[in-house]
């Protein structure tokens, strides 16, 4: 059975589940990288927004030898759970002045999103391409965000200068931007895995405990900051999509300002980049062939951003490509 059979079919067997009140509707969604999704969602009566339930995963499992009724039931539970209990205001989204305040910018690579950046509207940078996404808050939901495409702009009556003109505004304001120095980043993942640790050793002792806990972390960061050159990692306040920050206003000279030098800026993914003080013996094709490596083996392929360095020179104050 092929992907699009197996959709037919998860089509017609939800049909059946949800009675013809509901409306059941298979589209495709394009995620970052030029991923093709293929996504169902099932429309109650009386709601006025579904969630999206991605087949992909479901088909390998199909293939793989799980059985078609597991399956169903699997995707009847997550449809179920994930309905919102009060009907979403999509009112909001249909007037500018309404969501003009919410927009923010996302940075993604131009090439892996050509067929998507004939949609929408943006700006290039060296090979990246800055979107723009309007954030929606939801009791239920949470946080998301919606990729602003082209007709909406057109709906709307405004131009892409005022688009990214109220981006450019709002998006230090709604996520600013956050450098922090590597070791201290990898001190605060580390901080839970340590305590576990130091908790085993004396339990009994909660004084004894929250010293050794300090000491053990600085004695981790100390090490790892010697003989090492400092780096930094650049996101945003919620280090989601956290890469395009270094592109809000004067960012970029701010950190050659606080380095006093030049520096190169990895692409760590869509959510973070690294910033390395630019050195004599650091190798730029070195660089190029660590990141690389790093993301055929670390990165996820939604996450992916890049797979060059590029320097920013004070001097010009721009960013170049380094290959």
């Not at 939901?141 to 003109?165: C, M, P, R």
Request: hydrophobic fraction near 35%; glycine fraction near 4%.
């Amino acid at each position: 059975m092929d992907i699009q059979f197996f959709i037919e079919n998860i089509q017609e067997i939800l049909e059946e589940h949800y009675g013809p009140d509901a409306k059941v509707e298979h589209h495709q969604v394009y995620k970052n990288n030029g991923i093709l999704l293929e996504g169902i969602c099932v429309l109650l009566k009386e709601k006025n927004i579904a969630p999206t339930i991605y087949l992909n995963d479901f088909y390998r499992e199909y293939e793989e030898g799980k059985a078609m009724e597991d399956i169903i039931k699997q995707i009847c539970r997550l449809i179920d759970e994930n309905q919102l209990k009060n009907s979403f205001n999509v009112g909001f989204f249909l007037n500018y002045d309404n969501l003009k305040n919410y927009l923010v910018y996302r940075v993604i690579n131009k090439e892996r999103n050509r067929e998507l950046l004939k949609k929408v509207p943006y700006r290039q940078l060296q090979d990246l391409a800055l979107v723009c996404h309007c954030l929606i808050e939801n009791e239920e939901i949470g946080t998301g965000s919606i990729l602003i495409h082209h007709h909406h702009l057109k709906s709307w009556k405004i131009d892409e200068e005022q688009l990214f003109a109220d981006a450019s505004k709002n998006s230090p304001r709604l996520e600013p931007c956050k450098v922090h120095k590597m070791s201290t980043l990898v001190k605060e993942i580390l901080t839970e895995t340590v305590e576990k640790k130091v908790n085993e050793i004396c339990d009994e002792y909660p004084q004894e405990k929250e010293e050794l806990l300090e000491k053990t972390l600085d004695q981790m960061v100390q090490e790892m900051e010697e003989g090492q050159l400092p780096m930094y990692v650049i996101t945003n306040s919620r280090r989601y999509y956290g890469a395009a920050s270094l592109f809000y206003n004067d960012v970029m000279e701010e950190i050659a300002e606080l380095l006093d030098n030049d520096y190169y800026v990895i692409p760590s993914s869509v959510h973070e980049l690294i910033i390395l003080e630019k050195k004599e013996d650091i190798c730029p094709s070195v660089l190029n062939d660590m990141i690389v490596d790093v993301n055929q083996t670390q990165v996820e392929e939604e996450e992916w951003l890049g797979d060059h360095a590029y320097l920013y020179c004070r001097q010009t104050r721009q960013l170049q490509s380094v290959v």
